[in-house]
């Protein structure tokens, strides 16, 4: 079956240090694959996105993702986290059926 | 500010009611997609449309239903409430299309919070 899988629920890390948040996906063909982030009352925004080509993608707010066809995974990494990036993360995938799926999301918190 | 317009932004009602949410995408985009965020359930997709058509249904209750309108606005209709409908419903849209597929990239409304009593 189709699917998004955010492995994570929670994450904690401390301000300045580094973050990877995990996506993997299950379809099978090569996905549109992108990162949304929700902060607190807001809805989704698109933090970067990967359709084709250079497998490292880099997105808004110094945020970066790499596609990995063998892993079917599409992992999101910042080198430094600032307090203001604790928020909400949700990985989604473009499915054939033109439907759009999202991952569960995962807590980022943010330790000063 | 996404562009996506969506009202109300607060419902409280009571089991059986019915209710209308609705949403206005952003100037010139076809497609509308609704979500309902809940805490144990993440963000599931509802069902999509592209230019008035429905083009994709997801976990969408049969108490649930969506039309899309001329004018693109779009209502989500949620009838015979129960408690474990309250959510955030979001309603998201999109222009960008590749080989007939929506490229995924959403502007999302702040949503609507049903609270069902």
């Known amino acids: 079956a189709q699917s998004v899988t955010q492995p994570d629920i929670h994450i904690t890390v401390s301000e300045g240090a580094s973050l990877e948040l995990r996506c993997n996906y299950s379809y099978g063909a090569t996905p549109y694959l992108f990162w949304y982030v929700q902060s607190p009352g807001q809805g989704l925004q698109l933090l970067l996105k990967y359709f084709s080509g250079d497998t490292l993608v880099q997105g808004i707010k110094g945020f970066e993702a790499e596609f990995k066809r063998s892993q079917s995974s599409f992992n999101l990494r910042k080198p430094s986290v600032h307090w203001s990036d604790a928020a909400e993360y949700f990985c989604?995938?473009?499915?054939?059926?033109?439907?759009?799926?999202f991952g569960k999301g995962t807590r980022l918190h943010i330790l000063p | 500010d996404s562009g996506v317009t969506q009202t109300p932004k607060h419902l409280i009602t009571a089991t059986g009611q019915r209710v209308t949410l609705r949403c206005s995408p952003r100037?010139?985009?076809?497609?509308v997609y609704w979500y309902q965020q809940s805490l144990d359930q993440g963000l599931q997709f509802l069902i999509h449309?592209?230019?008035?058509?429905?083009?994709a249904k997801g976990n969408i209750l049969e108490r649930f239903s969506a039309q899309q309108f001329p004018d693109l606005h779009s209502e989500l209709n949620l009838s015979s409430l129960e408690l474990g409908d309250s959510a955030l419903y979001f309603c998201a849209s999109s222009t960008s299309r590749d080989r007939g597929l929506d490229t995924g990239e959403l502007f999302f409304g702040e949503g609507s919070r049903l609270t069902v009593l």
């Open positions: 449309y592209y230019n008035g058509e429905e083009r």
């Open positions: 989604a995938v473009v499915m054939g059926d033109d439907k759009i799926i």
């Open positions: 100037s010139g985009d076809l497609s």
